[in-house]
């Protein structure tokens, strides 16, 4: 028999938001948090015991390290193709440096297994998922977001991904200035669902 609290669980994944960095205090968030949240991402389902999660945590002056290569990265890049835009160099260059931690998000490929990529993908965004309800649990603000360098082959090595891992983007955590969350958006589960009972 369970002897978890259903009610607060079910609380705990409908009331889970994203909050956007604009919306964090300057408080840091402590560690401890940090490292539960990452511990907990440790215990998301994979495929084969293959653990795909790689995470890069910055905080402090690594946020600064942070923000100058993707915003360096970015101009490089840019550049070459001819469509740099100061705007988005100024925001990739100030966005890491309105959290309290920045978590790179990989997915490393175990080269003995032949796990299909779409599956370790998932157990990556499962892992993120647990970090995100950590977050929740603990009153403090987290964003999954997948813009700048993200998908940029350059920007790997940076994370220590080899050319076979992937980049899935970054979790930006934060201390709250508000405790008020938007109302939750979901159309109904029934819209979604087919029910085959013979």
């Given amino acids: 028999m369970s002897t978890y609290d259903k009610a607060q669980i079910n609380y705990l ?25 990452l511990e907990n991402a440790n215990w998301a389902p ?34 070459k193709n001819g469509n740099f835009n100061e705007a ?7 966005k890491p440096q309105m959290a309290s931690h920045v978590i790179a998000i990989g997915m490393a490929r175990d080269p003995k297994e032949s796990v299909p990529e779409v599956e370790e993908v998932a157990s990556v965004a499962m892992a993120v998922q647990n970090m995100y309800l950590t977050a929740e649990a603990n009153g403090i603000g987290c964003y999954w977001g997948s813009g700048g360098v993200t998908y940029k082959e350059e ?10 891992d992937k980049l ?11 405790d ?10 029934e819209e979604k669902v087919k029910w085959v009972e013979a």
């Fill in 88 to 94: 988005t160099y100024d925001k990739l260059a100030a």
């Fill in 13 to 37: 994944i409908r009331n889970r938001r994203s909050a956007y960095p604009a919306q964090y205090s300057s408080e840091p968030v402590a560690d401890e948090i940090i490292n539960e949240m």
């Fill in 155 to 164: 920007a790997k090595a940076f994370f220590g991904l080899g050319p076979n």
């Fill in 168 to 178: 899935l983007g970054f979790l930006y955590v934060g201390n709250l200035k508000t």
């Fill in 46 to 79: 994979t495929h084969r015991l293959t653990e795909p999660w790689r995470f890069v945590v910055f905080k402090g002056e690594g946020l600064k390290k942070l923000a100058t290569f993707q915003s360096e990265l970015y101009k490089e890049l840019a550049q």
């Fill in 180 to 189: 008020k969350k938007p109302a939750g958006r979901r159309n109904p589960i």
